[in-house]
């Protein structure tokens, strides 16, 4: 199984910028449906982004245009690049693995995932 770990989290003021990073062990992040999903205290975990395994994309309608997330398969990492953060952007974001959603095909449920890491903490200030 795959074992997932985040990093890039940090502090930025608004309409700046973060590069975060999800790198997968114990096999290729190419086998899996990969997402970024965010969540703040007293919320549900939300969808940002996902990679699916054909190389498709997809964002939240809250950050497209500003994030792209990426596959670096030498590295095997996942990355979201966030451009043009605002304060609203502040949250913990976990990286996210699956393996049964084959070709192009994807998910915005948290649940559907089966593999999590342990999230880094984004903070944009005003």
């Known amino acids: 199984q795959v074992q997932l770990a985040e990093s890039g989290g940090g502090l930025v003021q608004a309409g700046g910028s973060l590069r975060l990073s999800c790198a997968a062990s114990g096999g290729p992040f190419s086998r899996y449906l990969m997402a970024w999903f965010r969540q703040t205290p007293g919320k549900e975990r939300e969808f940002v982004a996902t990679l699916t395994r054909t190389g498709n994309t997809y964002y939240a309608n809250s950050v497209k245009g500003r994030f792209t997330i990426s596959g670096d398969n030498a590295k095997n990492t996942v990355v979201l690049q966030m451009n043009s953060l605002k304060p609203e952007d502040t949250a913990v974001y976990y990286c996210?693995?699956?393996?049964?959603?084959?070709?192009?095909?994807?998910?915005?449920?948290?649940?559907?995932?089966?593999?999590w890491g342990q999230g880094t903490q984004v903070t944009v200030s005003s």
């Open positions: 996210a693995a699956d393996p049964t959603y084959i070709g192009s095909s994807y998910s915005r449920v948290p649940n559907e995932y089966d593999y």
